[in-house]
């Protein structure tokens, strides 16, 4: 994506003022994130010798927030004293579907908006600004790991895979270091893109990301193989977890007989097409289970499991349990108790 192609729609002319910026920690935040998005801003104040950027971090009640790494992160206020800011940041990391969300965070967020404040997100924090209605009419991302969970809770939605997003007055990045490509991209917009490249230098971040990258290694740097109809066939598969293909369909899609397609597997994988299929499907079951609170029929439709019964029993042979014991060992724990006839079904699968 060329700079010019993001569509900013609040920005300061080359930053007449010092910019504030909010950062709303929660915990268990991911450490890597925010200081990817920090170090850019202080960077600009020492590289140009003025003050930029003020930048302050919040937490619901000004108490410390622990970290994912186990750090202990103090902020400077609470969120009752955020008053203004150009550009407030979720902080969040892993389990955030877990995290209790006041009024008073969707309410201070609404109020920044409408000041034409951006609002965003690091890392996971995407979910949170779903929950709170903030999305709405605006392209996201979120780190790779959440974005099939988000899609499904929240298919209005438009999602990406892109490293991160910058969609009017709204910010959300992939988390890590993508963090650090998308404040880049504000300094280059609002400043110059030679002062980015600079930071960028000083940061030993060799190539600025534009936003358009996909956050994943393709698979054939994934998987290590080069075939191009086994990757072909894979990706035909992860596109139609739901709405399943035959393995037929699959072979003619890339132009080679079932029997060929059956061998290619046998050779990398050493399980047949179909075999492979069902572990992504499982893998993507898993997930859902993990982050949503759908219910386990609805979990198995989305997988492309006619039943529960049959979603149960594969479910239990890949993983060893059930998977009403995945979801009591999870997050929904509490918040989504499995229904009587879902554990009915899942004990004649014994």
Not at 34 to 60: C, G, H, M, Q, V
Not at 257 to 269: A, V
Request: with cysteine.
């Amino acid at each position: 994506m060329a700079v010019g192609e993001i569509k900013f729609s609040i920005m300061n002319s080359a930053f007449e003022r010092p910019q504030k910026v909010a950062f709303i920690a929660f915990d268990r935040l991911s450490m890597v994130a925010l200081a990817s998005a920090i170090e850019p801003l202080r960077l600009a104040n020492r590289l140009t010798e003025k003050n930029l950027f003020d930048w302050s971090i919040y937490s619901l009640d000004g108490e410390a927030v622990m970290t994912s790494s186990k750090l202990k992160l103090m902020p400077d206020l609470p969120l009752s004293q955020l008053q203004e800011a150009d550009i407030a940041l979720i902080c969040t990391g892993v389990d955030v579907e877990k995290l209790d969300l006041p009024s008073s965070l969707v309410q201070k967020l609404r109020a920044l908006a409408s000041r034409g404040a951006v609002v965003g997100s690091l890392c996971t924090g995407t979910y949170i600004l779903a929950k709170l209605k903030l999305l709405e009419d605006h392209r996201c991302t979120i780190h790779w790991e959440n974005i099939r969970a988000l899609r499904e809770e929240f298919p209005h939605i438009n999602v990406s895979n892109d490293v991160f997003e910058i969609d009017g007055s709204r910010m959300t990045c992939a988390g890590g270091t993508a963090a650090l490509d998308m404040m880049l991209m504000y300094i280059a917009h609002g400043q110059s893109v030679e002062l980015a490249r600079k930071i960028a230098e000083v940061s030993l971040h060799q190539t600025i990301r534009e936003g358009k990258e996909e956050q994943r290694y393709d698979l054939e740097s994934r998987l290590g193989i080069s075939n191009r109809s086994v990757l072909g066939a894979i990706g035909a598969m992860n596109d139609h977890i739901e709405d399943l293909l035959s393995c037929q369909q699959i072979a003619m899609a890339m132009n080679i007989s079932t029997r060929q397609l059956e061998r290619l597997f046998k050779k990398y994988f050493d399980c047949t097409p179909g075999q492979y299929y069902l572990r992504l499907r499982l893998d993507a079951a898993r997930d859902l289970l993990r982050r949503t609170r759908r219910s386990i029929l609805d979990v198995s439709l989305a997988t492309g499991f006619s039943s529960t019964s049959h979603f149960t029993k594969c479910f239990r042979e890949y993983y060893g349990h059930t998977p009403s014991k995945e979801r009591q060992n999870s997050i929904w724990a509490t918040a989504a108790p499995v229904k009587a006839d879902e554990t009915v079904i899942e004990g004649e699968a014994n």
